[in-house]
């Protein structure tokens, strides 16, 4: 059983930063690209990172290009994404999601390549 559980979602103030985090159980995760989408209230749930099983290649939404750096370590079983300059566009709940297919590449920006999700964890920004 995979599970996923983020952390570090909060309340901050525009131009202000945060850092999420996504631990992970169940398969071997350093199989696996892991990545990252958010869902605003009564918006569809959108890509904003994702980073190879070999961290050889990362990929971001050009909403957060610049701004978010999505890394991970496979030896801590963890993913994180590394917020700056946020702005209250970016109020959203973010989701960390494992690809279904390990040993994958290529962008992982749909939902469908991906068979677990976590629970979330909400960011608020402030203007």
């Known amino acids: 059983q995979v599970q996923l559980v983020e952390s570090g979602g909060g309340l901050v103030q525009a131009g202000g930063s945060l850092r999420l985090s996504c631990a992970a159980s169940?398969?071997?995760?350093?199989?696996?690209?892991m990545g990252w989408f958010r869902q605003a209230p009564g918006k569809e749930r959108d890509f904003v990172a994702a980073?190879?099983?070999?961290?050889?290649?990362?990929y971001y939404a050009d909403s957060v290009k610049g701004r978010f750096t999505i890394s991970r370590d496979n030896a801590k079983n963890t993913v994180y994404l590394q917020m700056s300059t946020l702005k209250p566009e970016d109020t959203a709940v973010y989701y960390c999601a494992q690809s279904r297919v390990p040993y994958s590449s290529g962008s992982y920006s749909y939902t469908r390549q991906y068979d677990y999700w976590g629970q979330g964890t909400q960011v608020t920004v402030s203007s």
């Open positions: 980073i190879s099983w070999s961290s050889g290649g990362t």
């Open positions: 169940g398969r071997t995760f350093s199989s696996y690209t």
